[in-house]
C-alpha cells in the first residue's frame, strides 16, 4: 500500500492508492455531506516504511491511538452539529 499527497489538499489529505481508495468526490447536485470521524495515531516512522516494503499494515491499536476526532464532514470540513444534519454541503471551502 502506498500514499500520496495531494499539495492541493491545504496540506491535510493523502490519498491511498488502489482499493483502499474509496473516497467519494463531492456532489454538487446533490450537495450530500460526508460524515467522518478520523483516528490519529503515533506510529513508528520506520516500522511503517519496514512494513509497507513487504506489504504489510501499520499496528493501529488502543496502545498508540491518540486522539478520535468530533464528526464532521469530509467535503466542507465543518463539523456536525446537530443542527446541520440536513443542511446541503457546499463543497471543498478552498475552491
Keep these: 500500500m502506498s500514499t500520496t499527497h495531494d499539495p492541493t489538499s491545504g496540506g491535510g489529505v493523502y490519498r491511498v492508492d488502489g482499493a483502499l481508495d474509496r473516497m467519494p468526490e463531492w456532489d454538487p447536485v446533490t450537495s450530500e455531506h460526508l460524515?467522518?470521524?478520523?483516528?490519529?495515531?503515533?506510529?513508528?516512522?520506520?516500522?511503517?516504511?519496514e512494513a509497507a516494503a513487504v506489504g504489510d499494515?501499520?499496528?493501529l491499536d488502543r496502545e498508540n491511538l491518540l486522539m478520535v476526532t468530533p464528526v464532521?464532514?469530509?467535503h466542507c470540513e465543518k463539523p456536525c452539529t446537530g443542527?446541520?444534519?440536513?443542511?446541503?454541503?457546499e463543497?471543498?471551502?478552498?475552491?
Excluded at 91 to 95: S, W
Design 57 to 59: 499494515g501499520v499496528l
Design 72 to 74: 464532521f464532514c469530509m
Design 35 to 49: 460524515w467522518v470521524v478520523s483516528s490519529i495515531y503515533r506510529v513508528n516512522p520506520v516500522k511503517a516504511v
Design 91 to 95: 463543497g471543498d471551502p478552498r475552491r
Design 83 to 89: 443542527r446541520n444534519v440536513a443542511d446541503p454541503c
